[in-house]
């Protein structure tokens, strides 16, 4: 059975609207968790790194401001796009291992797919 | 720089042929490597993971891969492919040890299609 799991799995909101996406690790704690972002037909490109209990740590290009991540226990990170706009539309995925050191799989939530209309 | 190759957007196989969906790395150290695979409007699924030992590694659903250190490759394998075999596969490799300067890279996604 899923491990991660991610709510809501689909939104369709209006433009300006701040949406919360919940990421939560099952059975396991997680002091790390990750948040991607996929577009359509191509790959996973990391947004942040979700740290429990401190700051989470964004890739380069991508707005602190835009997208909030909060860590706030060792089984739930979320994600809010605050002020949603319809370039923001995407896919959006959380990962979580049950081992911080490296050599685990990462488990997937089964992604949001965010439309803002 | 730290990255993952799919040179392969799309494979196309017979069902019942055997299969492989190309990947190479460039890391610094030695590398953790993974294969996943996603289902539309799904997330990541793990396929199987090369850390260290056997250079042969076998994952779910019949599916192996090769680490080959010299070609700096992790090809994905499958001796017989099945229709349920289509979907988008992922090589990624994961940077940095621990925590707090770890983070993973995905290949660009090769999709398969196995035709009847």
């Known amino acids: 059975g899923a491990v991660v799991s991610q709510h809501p799995s689909w939104v369709i909101c209006k433009s300006g609207t701040s949406v919360k996406i919940e990421c939560r690790s099952l059975d396991f704690q997680a002091t790390t968790m990750f948040w991607y972002r996929q577009f359509p037909k191509q790959s996973l490109m990391l947004m942040a790194t979700?740290?429990?209990?401190?700051?989470?740590?964004?890739e380069q290009g991508v707005e602190k401001d835009k997208f909030l991540i909060n860590h706030a226990s060792l089984t739930l990170s979320t994600l809010t796009v605050t002020s949603a706009h319809p370039e923001d539309s995407s896919f959006y995925i959380c990962?979580?291992?049950?081992?911080?050191?490296?050599?685990?799989?990462?488990?997937f939530g089964d992604g949001t797919r965010l439309s803002i209309l | 720089a730290q990255s993952v190759a799919q040179p392969e957007d799309q494979v196309n196989v017979a069902e019942g042929n055997p299969l492989t969906v190309k990947c190479t790395y460039s890391v610094s150290g030695n590398p953790y490597l993974f294969w996943y695979v996603q289902y539309p409007n799904r997330g990541l699924q793990f396929l199987l993971k090369?850390?260290?030992?056997?250079?042969l590694v076998k994952g779910s659903y019949g599916f192996e891969a090769e680490f080959n250190k010299s070609q700096t490759s992790f090809h994905l394998k499958k001796p017989s492919a099945l229709v349920s075999d289509s979907a988008l596969y992922f090589c990624a490799v994961r940077v940095g040890r621990y925590s707090s300067a770890s983070k993973i890279i995905f290949g660009s996604g090769t999709r398969l299609s196995i035709r009847p």
């Open positions: 090369y850390i260290t030992g056997d250079n």
């Open positions: 979700s740290n429990e209990g401190s700051k989470a740590t964004y």
């Open positions: 990962s979580a291992s049950r081992d911080d050191r490296g050599n685990q799989p990462q488990h």
